[in-house]
T-cell receptor, first 112, second 114 residues
């Protein structure tokens, strides 16, 4: 069965810290891996990764995919209280249906 | 303009009732989805429609019935509501064929069954 596992499940840090969130997967016919940030409402898109070893970057956030070891990491440097959210990892697999398989999420709390 | 809009945002109802949640997208996407997010924030796909055709139907009780009158709308009807149906239901849309670029979620409907 297709599976996406995130770790840690929750994390508390102080402003200015750097955090690394992990996502591992076992899926049939991997197509892409996506990271989302969810605050109070809808998940909002952060990154989509399809190729190994190519870092995607947006401001203080960056992400990389390792298709050989079947995992991805999301890094956030110089964290701010506004980074507090649930970070979701999802994988698109098996055919061109658009179905996303989500991990359990990592709840990040950034304290002032 | 809201890209994917769901109504209602909140729904509190008694066990045994029947309720519907509506979803509309104005992105011109050809595929729409329903996801359920439980209290532990785990998001799981329920259904997907591509151009009004059902293409994903996960293991969901048949009390849940999706309906897509056109490719911009996907509604979810739930019969005989149970306590375990309490969750946040998200609608989403995407253009399949371009991968999952532009995959957009609505703001969710929080369903509470009492």
């Amino acid at each position: 069965e297709d599976k996406v596992v995130q770790s840690p499940l929750s994390l508390v840090v102080h402003e200015g810290d750097t955090v690394t969130l992990n996502c591992s997967y076992e899926v049939t016919n991997f197509r892409s891996l996506l990271w989302y940030k969810q605050e109070k409402k809808a998940p909002t898109f952060l990154f989509m990764l399809t190729s190994s070893g190519i870092e995607k970057k947006s401001g203080r956030l960056s992400s990389i995919l390792d298709k050989k070891e079947l995992f991805s990491i999301l890094n956030i440097t110089a964290t701010q209280t506004g980074d507090s959210a649930v970070y979701l990892c999802a994988v698109e697999a098996t055919g061109n249906t658009g179905k996303l398989i989500f991990g359990q999420g990592t709840t990040l709390q950034v304290k002032p | 303009d809201t890209a994917v809009s769901q109504t209602p945002k909140y729904l509190v109802t008694q066990m045994g009732n029947d309720k519907s949640i509506k979803c509309e997208q104005n992105l011109g996407h050809d595929t729409m989805y329903w996801y359920k997010q439980d209290s532990k924030k785990f998001l799981k796909i329920m259904f997907s429609y591509n151009n009004k055709e059902l293409i994903i139907n996960e293991t969901v009780p048949n009390r849940f019935s999706p309906k897509s009158p056109d490719k911009a709308h996907l509604n979810l009807h739930i019969n005989s509501l149970e306590l375990g149906d309490s969750a946040v239901y998200f609608c989403a849309s995407s253009q399949v064929g371009t991968g999952v670029y532009g995959y957009t979620f609505g703001s969710g409907t929080r369903l509470t069954v009492v």
